[in-house]
Structure formats: structure tokens, C-alpha cells
């Protein structure tokens, strides 16, 4: 196991919004690609409670409410950290408009650092922009084009086009989601009349068409929350399918695009209906629904006033561009298309998966990752042809099937297996991959559970030998991994590692904490990866677990 106190390759971006504080904690691999393991929001809405300090809505001071609300969503990022044993280092904390805009941000910044021990960079509106523009471009292969970013906030609205990494025009406009509700309600009038003024007196529609753009994308929550309006079938109500508390499911569209359209439709949807579309709206989108309609009806104007047809849609903004800020200061520099081939997985895997489901994915894919990196490393495995031929490329196949072996129940739970193959096969999902490699990415996450085909089995066909063998060594430690998580024997990053028993033919799986019975399921999966690998895989706990208040622990 491991002993060093600090995880070198985890890295954190914390993003002080106005609406709500975001964390993202993501592996980093050698190769520049990275995976976010854990995502923490907590609904602040620092914009909210604000002192309005003359007869102008700004500027003004952040509340003692408010601030109290920050300092205990910080806290819990910070007792996180510390559980993940990230350097302080490799840890970023940025704001946004609420607290660029407040009179009073030198006081709450202090206050933040004395009590939470985390320093604050304060974003400039078009330093913003520039982290945004860095962070679609680990979501989207699209470092080539010239791309015009739009991402609108709680307090403001930024303005990005760039082109290969390198911006050339960026603003911030006054112009956000809780601002607007906190000034005009859901007056849709009002609204729309003050965004064109403020639009208008920007300058942004000509400095734009002087840059031109070849495509759009679009990010943060409101505009993600109108593309699962779309792709839910919100706007057709008759669509609509109720799973549990939550409207979903619709007419499952499977990209993540807006047309102008469909925006409309959306407002339309919000804005109609009276009481009873207000009851719809609050149920479908939650703690976003308070401001859903400002929002929604800025986004709508910024297709109008841009002339947007079509706009693509990031899962990655703000914070993440804030990892690749951090990553190229560690790495000396930044290969901002080193996750154009891991993007397209990770977009499949967001498309289908909540927040849950998508935790587990990655719990089993930090858990394969463990187990494949520690065979690869023994000994005992030279005289395995086969298992000791494991390359990079095959962890790459493994940690795709495993990231994306659960997609399927979107589609419901009885065989979801066999629709995460479906999915994976039939929707070009996956760019930069062979159509041999696709089938192998399919084809692991369909066997990840049930019957185990022989290798000389239809699907097989088109591979070679070799990479049928291959397929079972992967296969076995994908089914391993998937059985661990469904136990839950660990919420965190370093629930397992493989080390060395110190007896031949063994290797034990270190977890947190200790079982006291294997279900069947598992036990079964032991004993197929002894068959397999020739090693029997044990469980054992370790004597003592490490203190996280310990002095020699990175908090």
C-alpha cells in the first residue's frame, strides 16, 4: 500500500459562484488526460442575501448570512480534502461576480483564509472567461475551430472566442441568473427589455461579428438544466415519464445540442400554465427552478441578439479549466488536446448517469485501475504471457468499459447490461476509437455481469486471438471492480489498493473498512480471477487506519 501521506496525482478546483459553490476533485494521469472522481456542490447562492449600498442594486455587501452559509460549504470542501489527502498545493479555490462585485470581499476573503485556511483568487470577468474557454475544450474536440463560449452564471455572463488554446476576445456582462430574479422576479418583460439594454450598451454583438465564430458551446447549470429540459421532453409534456421523484426520459435525444427552437420552446413551457406548470417546473428542476426562468429567458435572448442556430453543450466549465491551470504550472505546460479521445467517453458516460451512478462508475474505475496497475507490477505474472502483455492501451479499454458499464439503466434496471452494450455500439458516441476497439469498450461492459461468453463465442469473431485473451484477463477485473462497488466497502479514493501478501500466488486488496462477510456474488469473482490470473485476490483490512488530523497528513 501506498504510505505517502499526500496523493500526488489528485489535484482540486473549487469555484465560488454566485449561485452555488462547486468542487471537482480529478486523477491526473502522466499523459495529461484526467478524471474527475468526486464532484461536490453546495447551494450558497452567495448573490442572494446582499446589502445594497445606495439606490443602485450594486454595488453592495455580502451579507452576514451569506457569509456564514460560504465559511460551512467551505468547510465541508476542506473536510473532504483532508479525506483525500490533497496537497494544499494542488488545490485552487477561485470566485466569481458575487464576490468580485461586493465592497466588503476584502473582509469575507480574510475570514475565509482565517477560519477555512483556503486563499481566494478573485476572477477578473475576462480571466473567467479564459478558464471557462480552457474547460469546454477538455469536454469538446474542438481546440481547431474558432469557437465562441458562452456561460452564464448567477451574477454575470461571460463571453469567450478563441482558437487553439489562445483567446482572442473575452468579456463579462452584468447579466445573471439570480441578479435577474433578485431585480425582475419571473417579469419575462422586464427581463428581456433589461438584457437587450445591457447587451446594447456593450458593444458585444459588433465586437463578435468582427471576430466571427465557426461554432458555439455553451456552459454552466442553466444552460445544462435547459439541455435536460430538452432532452427529457419537458417541452412535451405528454413525453414526460415520472422515475421516482423526477420528470424524466422524454425522447432521449443522445447529443448534447440546443437549437434555438427548442430554447424557445422551453421558455414557452416555463412561462404558460399558471400554478400547475409552476408545481412541474419545481419538480423537475429542483433547486434551480427558482431562477430557471431568468435564465432561461437570457439564454433565449443571447440567441436572438447573436444570431445562435445551434449551440453545443460542455459538462466542463470553470473548474475544470482551473485543473488544466494547475496542472500545466506542476507539468510545465498543458497538452489541451490530451483529453480529446477520453472526452468522448466520459461526454456517454454524463449523457446517461446522474450524480450517483456516475460515482460508482468511477469508484469502479479507480478500483480496476488499482487492481490492473498492481498486477502489472508482480512478479508472479512473467510467466503469464498473455496477463503480462497488459499495455497502457488495455488500462484505457478497462477504464472506459468501466466508466461507462452502468449506462444502460437509464434505460432500466432488468438487463441493463446488455443496453450499456447497445448504447455504446450504436450511437457513435465514442471519436478517436476504432470500430474493433468500440466493440471491445461494448463488449466489456456487457459482460460486466451474468453469463461470461467463451472466447470462441460470435462476438469474438473479428478480434484476434490475442485480443480475445486479452478481453478475458480485462473482463475478470471489471467484474471484480463492479462487485467491490456494489458492496460499498469504500466512498473514497483510497478505499482499495492492491499490495503484495509477501506468499506466492497471492495478492491482497486492501480496503476500508473491514467486511465481515463476502457476498456471494464476490466470492464467485474470486474465484474466477484466480482461474484466470493465477494468483488468488484476498481481502484484508489494514490494523490501524491513518488519522487524517495527523500531523504528516497534506490537508
Known sequence: MASSSCSSSLFAAIDMGTNSFKMIIIRAYPNGKFLTIDRLREPVVLGRETTPTSSSSTPFTLSAQSQLIALEALKKFQNTLTSYKISKAQVRCVATAAVREAVNKGEFLKCVSDN???????????EEARLVYLGMLQFWPMYENLVLGVDIGGGSTEFVIGRQGIVVFGTSLKLGHVSLTQKFG??????????????KESGLVRKIKDCGFEVVVGSSGTIKAVEKAVFNGYVNKSNVIEVGNVACIGDGRKDWRLSRGEVKGVVESLCGGGEGEKIRREKFFERRSEFIVAGSVLLEEIFEVLGIEEMEVSGYALAEGVIVESLAKVNGGYDLT??????SVVRLAMRYNGRKRMRAAVQCTNTAKEIFEGLRKSDDLA????????????LEYLEAATLLHNIGVFMGKKGYHKQSYCIIMNGEHLHGYSSEEVKLIALLARHHRKKLSSSDHASFTQFPGEMTKKFRFLCTILRVSVALQKMEFSNSYEGFKLVNC????????????LAEDIEEELRQ?????KLV????????????????RDEDICA
Open 533 to 548: 490470473f493465477f494468483k488468488e485476490l484476498l481481502m484484508i483490512a489494514p490494523l490501524s487506519l491513518p488519522d487524517p
Open 116 to 126: 477555512i485556511g483556503l486563499e481566494v483568487d478573485v476572477l477578473p470577468g475576462e
Open 186 to 199: 419571473n417579469s419575462v418583460g422586464q427581463i428581456r427589455e433589461h438584457v437587450r439594454l445591457v447587451v
Open 525 to 529: 469473482e474470486l474465484e474466477y480471477f
Open 383 to 394: 510467466d503469464n504471457q498473455f496477463a503480462a502483455s497488459l499495455d497502457d492501451k488495455d
Open 338 to 343: 490530451a483529453n480529446a479521445r477520453w472526452s
Open 502 to 513: 509477501g506468499v506466492k500466488d497471492q495478492t491482497c486488496l486492501l480496503f476500508n473498512p
